[in-house]
């Protein structure tokens, strides 16, 4: 938690650890699936945080992005150059800038 604290990435993978056939962390002690979720969701609730945070800082900027699909209703999906997705009002030809 204190290395994605410090490094405040733009997009973190949040996996549960689970055995692997064929390795030798196969042998190894594995903790109930209940302290792996809570670990999870604590873990994802930082990250969202910080993501909510870093996406305020955004707001009324101009970015650079790239129309990827259909939306909802009247909008359109977007990803900036970090692949922060972006909901676009509006109907911008997909793959155009």
């Known amino acids: 938690m204190r290395i994605i604290e410090e490094v405040n990435p733009d997009k973190v993978n949040i996996t549960r650890y689970s055995k692997r056939p064929g390795t030798s962390a196969m042998?190894?002690?594995d903790m109930p699936d209940?302290?792996?979720?809570?670990?999870?969701?604590?873990?994802?609730q930082m990250w969202l945080r910080m993501a909510s945070e870093r996406n305020r800082?955004?707001?009324g900027r101009c970015l650079w992005m790239l129309v990827t699909e259909?939306?909802?209703g009247s909008s359109m999906?977007?990803?900036t150059e970090n692949y922060t997705g972006v909901v676009i009002l509006g109907k911008p030809p997909l793959g155009s800038w």
């Open 27 to 29: 042998k190894l002690y």
């Open 34 to 44: 209940r302290i792996k979720k809570e670990r999870s969701r604590i873990v994802t």
């Open 57 to 59: 800082r955004l707001l």
């Open 70 to 72: 259909q939306g909802k």
């Open 77 to 79: 999906k977007a990803r």
